[in-house]
């Protein structure tokens, strides 16, 4: 039995993986997807967007990165997960929910 997130496929069965609340190692959002539980997700009308970085700190899963000039660029829909969090946080409504089509 692997205890390392990167190990976790959907061939791993219920039986192999590591039980729950146990910890391995660090970092592991890095290697896990969870962008694909999404119904729902969040476009950015950039128009609209006024660069205040109010959604950013909102964001359960990190999914608005910053660049290194202090920009907010586009979702990281990798770790997504379509709260809608950022969308309600956001005073210019320069985020609107729409229904991800997969």
Request: aromatic share 8%; charged share 25%; with cysteine.
């Amino acid at each position: 039995m692997s205890h390392l997130a990167k190990d976790m496929t959907p061939d791993v069965t219920w039986k192999d993986i590591t039980p729950g609340c146990n910890i391995f190692e660090g970092g592991t959002s890095a290697v896990v997807e969870t962008g694909d539980w999404r119904t729902m997700k969040p476009v950015v009308d950039w128009d609209k967007c006024k660069q205040c970085l109010l959604c950013v700190p909102v964001c359960p899963d990190m999914s608005i990165p910053v660049s290194a000039e202090g920009k907010r660029e586009d979702f990281n829909y990798f770790f997504c997960k379509g709260c809608g969090i950022c969308a309600n946080a956001c005073p210019f409504g320069a985020i609107t929910m729409v229904k991800d089509e997969k």
